[in-house]
């Protein structure tokens, strides 16, 4: 597999995908770690000023791994997973409509599912760049990630793609039924050829 820092084309997303990370990395182990796995990354720059614009794809990729690998998977994994359970709140207090969110909370869960799929395709280019999003409702209800930044690069034997993971099961607890739970069921990391997601509640 090519290094982390060898991807060809690149896109830009979010802020929310390094922004979020740096908050939930300095809840679980400090500043320091904060410090420790932004300049593993080559991106000191944003312990002055994280970014308030989007930023480079391939900016997450390396975030992402330096995590792992400073950190370890059993502490890198709920670091992650957390940044994504803070970028979907920022989501829902920021991007969603209010009118939208009780729209979606009042319809029937298949039919809200539906329509919640279909806004994160019509905004995946904010979080999986270059890559793919796809979903299907149903139940369970499965969403993909071809080539996203979170794995990109990587191998390991267990899924890798908390961060999507925490931001889709926010965002579908929240607005599709409370007992929404997300888990990666194949990862590109593991040899999968897309990252997959199953909802249920």
Same mark, same amino acid.
């Given at each position: 597999?090519?290094?982390p820092t060898d991807?060809? #084309?690149s896109? *830009?997303?979010?802020p929310n995908?390094?922004?979020?990370? #740096?908050?939930a990395?300095?809840a +679980? *182990?400090?500043?320091?770690a904060v410090?420790?796995v932004?300049? %593993? +990354?080559d991106?000191?720059?944003y312990? $002055?000023?994280l970014p308030?614009?989007?930023?480079?794809?391939?900016?997450?990729?390396r975030?992402?791994? +330096?995590l792992r690998?400073?950190?370890?998977?059993e502490? %890198?994994?709920?670091?992650?997973h957390d #940044?994504?359970?803070r970028t979907?709140?920022y989501?829902?207090?920021?991007?969603?409509?209010?009118?939208?969110?009780?729209?979606?909370?009042? &319809?029937?869960?298949? &039919? %809200?599912s539906?329509?919640l799929?279909s806004?994160?395709?019509?905004? +995946?280019?904010?979080?999986?760049?270059?890559?793919?999003?796809d979903? $299907?409702?149903?139940?369970? $209800?499965?969403l993909?990630v $071809?080539?996203?930044?979170i794995?990109?690069? !990587?191998s %390991?034997n267990?899924p &890798?793609?908390?961060?999507?993971?925490?931001s889709?099961e926010?965002?579908?607890?929240?607005?599709?039924?409370?007992?929404a739970?997300?888990t990666?069921? #194949?990862?590109? !990391?593991?040899?999968a050829?897309?990252?997959?997601f199953?909802?249920r509640?």
């Open positions: 597999m090519n290094a991807f060809g #084309a896109a *830009r997303v979010g995908a390094v922004i979020r990370v #740096a908050e990395l300095e +679980a *182990r400090g500043a320091d410090a420790r932004f300049q %593993a +990354a991106l000191e720059h312990l $002055t000023a308030s614009e989007m930023v480079d794809e391939r900016e997450v990729a975030l992402q791994a +330096a690998d400073q950190l370890g998977l502490v %890198a994994r709920p670091v992650s #940044a994504g359970l979907g709140d989501l829902l207090a920021n991007r969603i409509p209010r009118p939208v969110q009780r729209l979606l909370t009042i &319809l029937p869960a298949r &039919l %809200a539906r329509v799929i806004a994160i395709r019509r905004n +995946a280019w904010t979080f999986v760049g270059s890559g793919v999003f979903g $299907t409702p149903g139940r369970p $209800t499965r993909s $071809t080539d996203g930044p794995c990109r690069g !990587a %390991a267990q &890798l793609c908390d961060f999507y993971a925490g889709f926010r965002l579908f607890s929240r607005l599709v039924h409370p007992n739970r997300v990666e069921i #194949a990862c590109q !990391a593991n040899g050829e897309s990252c997959v199953e909802v509640w």
